[in-house]
């Protein structure tokens, strides 16, 4: 093989590359594409039929002047999160239950942490109340 031969050779080598580096890409924009449309038709499975939590209101437990009923409010919420959060049910569920009792249970803790210092924080109260919703909403 002469210089001719060499050249052949690394224009093969170049083919070969080129077309390895395009079948890459392929597939790697494939494999973007389909997670893109499991995410996109995950978010249209079991859509809510009640509307998210309020934002700009205070939730009736936040509003609620009884600070024991609150307590003991909260902290069956977060009973409730926390037994749905360890169930296999919802944790093996393609429905996002596990997702809604995991956020309940923190902000449910975080709203309780609060309210045994006798400190009412209406945000942590709210969010407990609105995951806790929207867990149920998803068992149902």
Not at 20 to 48: E, Y
Not at 112 to 119: D, K
């Amino acid at each position: 093989m002469g210089a001719s031969g060499n050249e052949m050779l690394g224009q093969e080598r170049e083919y070969r590359m080129a077309l390895n580096w395009k079948m890459r890409s392929a597939l790697a924009g494939f494999c973007v594409f389909a997670f893109a449309g499991q995410a996109v038709a995950a978010d249209l499975i079991d859509m809510p039929t009640a509307s998210y939590c309020r934002v700009a209101s205070t939730s009736d437990l936040a509003l609620n002047d009884n600070l024991g009923e609150v307590r003991t409010e909260v902290v069956r919420l977060m009973d409730e999160s926390v037994a749905a959060a360890n169930s296999s049910q919802w944790i093996d569920s393609k429905r996002p239950v596990f997702v809604w009792a995991s956020e309940a249970k923190v902000a449910c803790g975080i709203a309780y942490g609060y309210l045994r210092t006798n400190y009412r924080d209406a945000d942590s109260i709210n969010k407990c109340e609105c995951f806790h919703s929207r867990m149920v909403e998803y068992m149902n």
